[in-house]
């Protein structure tokens, strides 16, 4: 089974998500184009007139990935970038072990598909899915777990600084810890084998992430980037200068998220200087003291925060679109003012694939529940409401009876002058009107205690696909698919999605 429900109607998506999806014209200062195939041509007609350093470029991607096996199809790609013709699609994520919650599977899937897709409309022209690596990312807590079968698997370690550059040391326990649940699942041995070649014969958290995401994309000719690299932050000097020793990004960045949230939350804190800086294995923010000389001497040092990682990336690459989640397309939005005054062509934002991922048995075990599989984005309490309802025997919806008594009321009210006798009236109605709401409710507590068996079978299936009320794509793994699926698994899901079309994928995984 596969079909697709709007991001509305999930109702786990923000407002501006929405109004991105729908094109509202309030949003149209923050971004460049709104995603349709039509608009890619005159984003590549901007970006043709921004000066790249496509050389120095291809020379760092071929020195960064020469450690690492790539497909022919990627060293392609990544010969393609010296020509003028080329264009980049980017997406980004932190370090997270075993690629961490599903949506770092979606958000790949979503930028190569995007590629196939401008290709296919505009063939003079060639497409480059990029990874960029999040290797400066100082915080471990985020990236050092998954979730699987209801259990958190964790790598235990006291380093700090970025997590790109930390040794591996302990992560054998780990994959010791994951073979034991695996078990003999199908396909767990070569997830293992997988594991143990990325994250045992790597020697930091970078390098294993770029082994496991060549392992499980090369084929599709993605191209890994790690923006933590001196030659390529050499460039961006004058604009570490710009921010850290004139604070010159903060204004534009205030005044632009300012407008923002007039109608939407701004997603990122603005700082007055939006660098850290890595030094003796910790990044720190900066909050002053730091010399021309030193920048020049040591950019690498430099690491940009969440505003200025953007305009570093677009500033180094043929970039056309980045490929997001709705927190990420909110704080890129933050950023137009300082794109435009620093003449950066401004990417055309993309929401990443979203999907649900389900298997027959809990659709044959929802559907016997009297459900369609659509009401599964209903919330527990209107899943149980809506099951009490249809299968009670018994009236246990006083709605006709609250209804005739306002009506009784309201006659009552139209023969009575007095004005505080009228005022009386309605307040005995609505004491009369929640009297009859604590009895509905007391039906229906009792009509659950009557159907306890169900009413379980409900919060277990809304549990599973829903974790912690969440979306599943925030919480779970790909291990879990991966076991059943194989590469067919991503196959499957790459199959199935398309980022230029604006709903929710739900998407039956067969066990």
């Known amino acids: 089974m596969s079909f697709q429900i709007s991001y509305k109607e999930t109702k786990y998506f923000s407002r501006l998500i929405l109004d991105y999806i729908n094109q509202d014209n309030k949003l149209h200062p923050f971004i460049s184009y709104f995603p349709h195939i039509e608009n890619f041509e005159k984003q590549i007609i901007k970006k043709k007139d921004h000066s790249i350093n496509r050389k ?35 997406t980004g994520h932190q370090l997270c072990i075993f690629t961490g919650p599903l949506y770092f599977i979606y958000k790949i899937l979503s930028a190569i598909n995007l590629c196939e897709k401008l290709k296919i409309t505009y063939s003079d022209y060639n497409f480059v899915p990029v990874f960029w690596m999040a290797t400066e990312d100082h915080d471990i807590n985020e990236v050092n777990h998954i979730h699987l079968f209801g259990k958190k698997i964790e790598w235990n370690t006291n380093q700090i600084g970025p997590v790109g550059k930390m040794n591996l040391e302990g992560f054998k326990h780990v994959i010791s810890e994951l073979r034991l649940l695996l078990g003999n699942h199908k396909n767990a041995k070569k997830l293992i084998s997988l ?17 496991l995401v060549n392992e499980l994309f090369g084929e599709y000719g993605l191209v890994i980037i ?17 921010d850290v020793l004139e604070s010159g990004f903060a204004a534009d960045l205030n005044e632009c998220s300012d407008r923002l949230a007039r109608n939407y939350k701004a997603q990122a804190f603005v700082r007055n200087i939006n660098f850290f800086r890595i030094i003796d294995g910790t990044r720190e923010l ?21 505003l200025l990682r953007p305009v570093f990336q677009e500033f180094i690459l043929p970039n056309i679109a980045y490929v997001g989640g709705e927190s990420e397309l909110s704080y890129w939005m933050q ?4 794109f435009d005054k620093e003449k950066i062509p401004f990417p055309i934002l993309v929401l990443r694939n979203s999907a649900l991922l389900t298997d027959e048995k809990k659709e044959h075990r929802f559907e016997q529940l009297g459900f369609k599989f659509d009401d599964i984005f209903l919330s527990k309490d209107e899943l149980i409401k809506n099951y009490i309802h249809s299968h009670s025997g018994s009236k246990i919806s006083l709605d006709k009876q609250k209804i005739a008594l306002s009506s009784l009321y309201q006659d009552l009210a139209l023969q009575i002058k007095d004005v505080g006798l009228k005022r009386s009236i309605e307040a005995q109605l609505k004491k009369s009107l929640s009297n009859f709401d604590k009895l509905e409710t007391k039906l229906i507590r009792n009509e659950k205690k009557k159907n306890k068996i169900a009413m379980n079978q409900i919060a277990k299936i809304k549990q599973q696909l829903f974790p912690n009320n969440s979306l599943q794509e925030r919480h779970e793994n790909f291990i879990t698919y991966y076991l059943y699926g194989g590469d067919n698994f991503i196959k499957r899901l790459k199959n199935n999605f398309d980022p230029l079309n604006s709903n929710f994928v739900v998407l039956t995984i067969k066990d």
Do not use: M
């Open 56 to 90: 120095l470029l291809v020379d760092v991607l071929q020195r960064q990935n020469n450690s690492c096996s790539i497909s022919q199809r990627s060293k392609q790609n990544i010969d393609s970038l010296k020509f003028d013709t080329t264009f980049t699609v980017t």
């Open 286 to 306: 900066i909050k002053g003291g730091v010399t021309h000389q030193e920048i020049e001497e040591n950019p690498e040092q430099f690491s940009p925060n969440v």
């Open 335 to 338: 950023l137009k003012t300082s």
């Open 226 to 242: 790690d923006g933590d690299d001196k030659d390529l932050k050499k460039q961006f000097i004058p604009l570490i200068k710009k």
């Open 195 to 211: 594991f143990e070649n990325a994250y045992l014969s790597n020697n930091n958290l970078s390098n294993a992430t770029r082994y």
